[in-house]
């Protein structure tokens, strides 16, 4: 599976974007997916990730209610909807996916196998 992620750029604190995670994968409904972030001298922490079928979503607590992970299995992509940016969300975020069970969605690193090359968002305060 390849992943593509893009849609990353330089926004203003409170500003929002929105990532784009596409896939090669024609059965991608089995896939879950996930997004990561990694800051400058931090460690690559999980962000939010969603279910193979879209019913099930996981965020990381300090982008609950700020950021919104969806899918299109039809397009075989995975959007990050990213609102009310703060400085400390300046990171790379990479896309990852990982065949799963139907309704699963893990938060470690470690649990998936494909990644794509990551998209840098800086947001300027």
């Known amino acids: 599976v390849q992943l593509q992620a893009s849609g990353g750029g330089l926004v203003q604190a409170g500003g929002s974007l929105r990532l784009s995670c596409a896939a090669s994968?024609?059965?991608?409904?089995?896939?879950?997916t996930a997004w990561f972030r990694q800051a400058p001298g931090n460690v690559r922490e999980f962000v939010a990730g969603?279910?193979?079928?879209?019913?099930?979503?996981r965020y990381l607590d300090s982008v609950n209610g700020r950021f919104a992970i969806s899918r299109d299995n039809a397009k075989n992509t995975v959007y990050l909807q990213m609102n009310s940016l703060k400085s400390e969300d300046t990171a790379v975020y990479y896309c990852?996916?990982?065949?799963?069970?139907?309704?699963?969605?893990?938060?470690?690193?470690?649990?998936?196998?494909?990644w794509g090359q990551g998209t840098l968002v800086t947001v300027s305060s």
């Open positions: 994968e024609r059965t991608f409904s089995r896939y879950m």
């Open positions: 990852a996916a990982e065949d799963s069970a139907y309704f699963y969605v893990d938060m470690m690193q470690n649990a998936y196998e494909y």
């Open positions: 969603i279910s193979g079928g879209g019913s099930n979503t």
